[in-house]
T-cell receptor
Framework: DAGVIQSPRHEVTEMGQEVTLRCKPISGHNSLFWYRQTMMRGLELLIYFNNNVPIDDSGMPEDRFSAKMPNASFSTLKIQPSEPRDSAVYFC????????????FGQGTRLTVV | AQKVTQAQTEISVVEKEDVTLDCVYETRDTTYYLFWYKQPPSGELVFLIRRNSFDEQNEISGRYSWNFQKSTSSFNFTITASQVVDSAVYFCALSEASTGNQFYFGTGTSLTVIP
């Protein structure tokens, strides 16, 4: 299997612009997670989906952030408008929907907002 | 409250030394799972191991070993005869039966192996 695929790998955008990050989970996995990693705050869970339904979005920092999962093989994380403090590495991960199963991570999207 | 604590922020060892990375967790669940992940300089997070709360047997995989002790709520990771390729950030994580498949990650330990 190809693993979790994220795109783009790198994104540089100007403050105020809309940014969309994309994720394709591992086929057959029905849980999907979005994390943000920064030096200051480490790995933060932003939101996760089970069977395409958002379960917990309490980690989404502001209304500027939104996530969707229209089907089992695709998810997006959108930031609008973007701000310099959104600069981070954003990871998508997927797992089977079963307690105790490991999550597999994509290679991340490094976002820089200037 | 932090559910997973990795008190060691950074560790440096000389190649071939053994090194132990500490992980202390906190949960009220009787059923829970512990994980270790490795994040090499290339950036991706790589799954290393999973243990469930009912299995305290230590595990060894090559130069890696894990010591799970419920009495001290610890799940420590030892690398024997460290190599430069072991240089990475290592994360410990917890998931609880009561909170579904949500993962709680520690802040990570950055390991540098000096040749």
């Amino acid at each position: 299997d190809a693993g979790v695929i994220q795109s783009p790998r790198h994104e540089v955008t100007e403050m105020g612009q809309e940014v969309t990050l994309r994720c394709k989970p591992i086929s057959g996995h029905n849980s999907l997670f979005w994390y943000r990693q920064t030096m200051m705050r480490g790995l933060e869970l932003l939101i996760y989906f089970n069977n395409n339904v958002p379960i917990d979005d309490s980690g989404m920092p502001e209304d500027r952030f939104s996530a969707k999962m229209p089907n089992a093989s695709f998810s997006t994380l959108k930031i609008q408008p973007s701000e310099p403090r959104d600069s981070a590495v954003y990871f998508c991960a997927s797992s089977l929907l079963a307690v105790g199963t490991e999550a597999f991570f994509g290679q991340g999207t490094r976002l820089t907002v200037v | 409250a932090q559910k997973v604590t990795q008190a060691q922020t950074e560790i440096s060892v000389v190649e071939k030394e053994d090194v132990t990375l500490d992980c202390v967790y906190e949960t009220r669940d009787t059923t829970y799972y512990l994980f270790w992940y490795k994040q090499p300089p290339s950036g991706e997070l790589v799954f290393l191991i999973r243990r469930n709360s009912f299995d305290e047997q230590n595990e060894i995989s090559g130069r890696y070993s894990w010591n799970f002790q419920k009495s001290t709520s610890s799940f420590n990771f030892t690398i024997t005869a460290s190599q430069v390729v072991d240089s990475a950030v290592y994360f410990c994580a917890l998931s609880e039966a009561s909170t579904g498949n949500q993962f709680y990650f520690g802040t990570g330990t950055s390991l540098t192996v000096i040749p």
